[in-house]
């Protein structure tokens, strides 16, 4: 059963951080973005039409990961952990999207966007037990990952399966610390063109 919220975890980060700021900087290295500022819709209309997008394709994930999970492995969600799962894929897909909008800042080009997210998430997840719980980590360099999102995302969509022992407050602030992370960056350096 652990194995099922990590993969939920990781299909947030790939939909919600490398496909979204991959997409961006590909939009704007096409000129497509800098073609919808010059039409009536807002800006915020159009990146509220994106993340909603993102979100979408989020949970069309998260359930097919359920699903299989339930049929292939019997693992169910706890009735009880429900709200964590609920809370952590909507707090995920926040912060990972606002971080995918600050990758697509700092990528300049289409080709270099996926790369980067690859090279700023993989080790993270490696180093945050997502492929394998078992792996294991000098403890300083445990206590630097639980600094960073990735990890914080698991362990929230884990409490919806099984406890663990870990302080979920703590996940909660992690997320929410890189989400306002992400928004300020995003806010500061998101360009059109």
Known sequence: ??????????????????????????????????????????????LSGVLGSTAATTLAITACIVAIGALAFHAIPRVGGLPEIVGGLVLGVACFGALGLALSSVARSAESASPIANASYLPLAIMSGIFDPTFSVPHWLSLVVALFPVRALAQILQQGYTPVEHAPLTDLFVLLAWTAAGCAFATWRFRWH
Not at 24 to 32: E, I, N, Q, S
């Open 1 to 46: 059963m652990i194995f099922v919220p990590s993969i939920i975890a990781f299909g947030v980060i790939v939909a919600a951080y490398v496909n979204l700021g991959a997409k961006l900087a590909t939009l704007r290295h096409d000129g497509v973005l800098k073609r919808i500022r010059t039409t009536p819709l807002s800006a915020t209309a159009y």
